[in-house]
Structures are given as C-alpha cells and as structure tokens.
Antibody, heavy 117, light 112 residues
C-alpha cells in the first residue's frame, strides 16, 4: 500500500523558515517523480513544485520560486520542501503527491503550516 | 496560466439521482503526445484529495463505476450516475498539460 507521510508543519512567524518532509513507503520511491501541493483554508489545491526521480530536474510555481526548494533522498525514501521568507499567504495544508505532475496519482494526509505573528 | 472553470460551484443532489460537473479550460488540453491531461479529484470532508479519473476518462483503481469522465479539447465533464452518501465532498478538475499545473475552484456536492 502506498503511504506518504508529511511532517514538519507548524506555526511560524512571517519571514521565517520551515522544512517539510515526506516519508514514502509501499512503492519503489526512486523511480517516481514527487510533488508538493498546498491547499489554503477554503481554497482549491495549488501545485507548488516537482522533482524528477533522480533529483536532477526541479520545477516551481511562480508563487514560490526563489523562496522554496524541493529536494529528495532516495536512500531515505523521502522528499523535502525547504521554505524560506514565509508569508501569511503561505498558510495552508501542504501535501506531497506521487507521480508525474501531470497526473498526481497519490497524496499524503498533509501537514499544516500557519504563518502568523 | 491555464484557467480551469468549474460549474456549478454547489450541487445539491437527491440520493440515487445523477450528478454532472462541468470543467472548462482556457486552452486546449491536448498535449503533443496525443494524450489529454485532465484529471478529476474528490476531497471528502476532512480528507486529502483523492484522484478519481485521469486523462479524461480513465477510472482509478477502486473507484466505483458510477463515476465517469468525458470530454475533449477545452470541455470536460464528470458524471455520477447515482449519487450515494459517500460521494459528498468537493470535486476538483486539474490540468496537467501546461506548466504550472492548475486546478478548478471546486464543486461542492451535497445531499438534498
């Protein structure tokens, strides 16, 4: 069974940094593209970033490019999202998702990030 | 960015009756590889999104056959042949043809 478990969310002040993690199990992690998607309260999902299976290619939404960095460690079956210069509008549930970004096959349960003073 | 427009935004349905959700994209979603990357997701209350349909009309494993997807180009539809109580939630279409990937605003399905 595919499992994606996000962690690292919490309350952070504006301008702060946070690192999210997603631990994957139940599939061969190293052959899959991985993604981060967020959902602000009461809103639809927003795709943020994708990383190829080897980690050689990364893609970002304009809203986070230059502030967020996606990375992965295939030895640890994990994908990460380093978030800097956080703003109030970054408040959302952050999900990791498996598969090509065009398809987003499976999603984790999410981790809540709240940016507030 | 490609804009995905869903209608209606709220859909009250009687149990056992059909339901239909429209999704229109601002550009054709036909990709150069011949596929159309239009997906449908269901988000039940308090849960994360779950993919139901990929590439217009392909049902995911475990998805009941009362769910079906259709369409082409810029116009797509998700149909539920007979709504059940477990179908309550918000449904999103998503395009994967262009960067950035974008979602519709969502359609809330509720029982009358």
């Amino acid at each position: 069974e595919v499992q994606l478990l996000e962690s690292g969310g919490g309350l952070i002040q504006p301008g702060g940094s946070l690192r999210l993690s997603c631990a994957a199990s139940g599939f061969t992690f190293s052959i899959y593209t991985m993604n981060w998607v967020r959902q602000a309260p009461g809103m639809g999902p927003e795709w943020l970033s994708s990383i190829s299976n080897t980690g050689s290619k990364m893609y970002y939404a304009d809203s986070v490019r230059g502030r967020f960095t996606i990375s992965r460690d295939n030895a640890k079956n994990s994908v990460y999202l380093e978030m800097n210069s956080l703003r109030a509008e970054d408040t959302a549930v952050y999900y990791c998702a498996r598969g090509p970004s065009a398809l987003l096959e499976d999603w984790g349960q999410g981790t809540l990030v709240t940016v507030s003073s | 960015d490609v804009v995905m427009t869903q209608s209606p935004l709220s859909l009250p349905v009687t149990l056992g009756q059909p339901a239909s959700i429209s999704c229109k994209s601002s550009q054709s979603l036909l990709y150069s590889d011949g596929d159309t990357y239009l997906n449908w997701f269901q988000q039940r209350p308090g849960q994360s999104p779950r993919r139901l349909i990929y590439k217009v009309s392909n049902r995911d494993s475990g998805v009941p056959d009362r769910f079906s997807g259709s369409g082409s180009g810029t116009d797509f539809t998700l149909k539920i042949s007979r709504v059940e109580a477990e179908d309550v939630g918000v449904y999103y279409c998503m395009q994967g043809t262009y960067w950035p990937r974008t979602f519709g605003q969502g359609t809330r399905v509720e029982i009358k």
